[in-house]
């Protein structure tokens, strides 16, 4: 009998938007991608995937949100080299965004603190 909290523990790991779980195959049929451009994404070092201790590419759901903006921009006539750039710059503006809001909750609660 196998113990329910490790088991549990296991499988929580596949909450976790990092955690390599699916095969290449696997991976490529939920992007509706062939495994060939998922292999030339890794070849490109655009996206390198986790690897099994058998060598086996193994892809995160992180990994599969990138690889389909990739695959949008590319359909949309972009280069590999330009839909990486636009990539970075997309989560450096997420991550500009995110700082700004940060800063204006601090601005509120100091207001706040201020006029009580």
């Known amino acids: ?40 994404l890794d070849s490109s070092g655009v996206l390198q995937p986790h690897r099994s201790p058998g060598g086996h590419r193994r892809y995160s759901r992180h990994q599969l949100a990138l690889a389909a903006r990739l695959r949008e921009l ?3 006539g972009h280069t590999l080299a330009s839909a990486e750039v636009i990539l970075g710059l997309q989560d450096e503006l997420a991550d500009a965004r995110a700082d700004t809001e940060r800063l204006r909750a601090a601005v509120d609660r100091l207001q706040a603190g201020d006029e009580g």
Do not use: E, H, I, N
Not at 8 to 31: E, G, I, V
């Open 1 to 40: 009998m196998t113990d329910g909290t490790a088991g549990s523990d296991r499988l929580r790991r596949l909450d976790d938007p990092d955690f390599p779980a699916l095969t290449m195959s696997q991976a490529a049929a939920l992007l509706g991608v062939q495994a060939a451009f998922l292999r030339s």
């Open 74 to 76: 590319l359909d949309d």
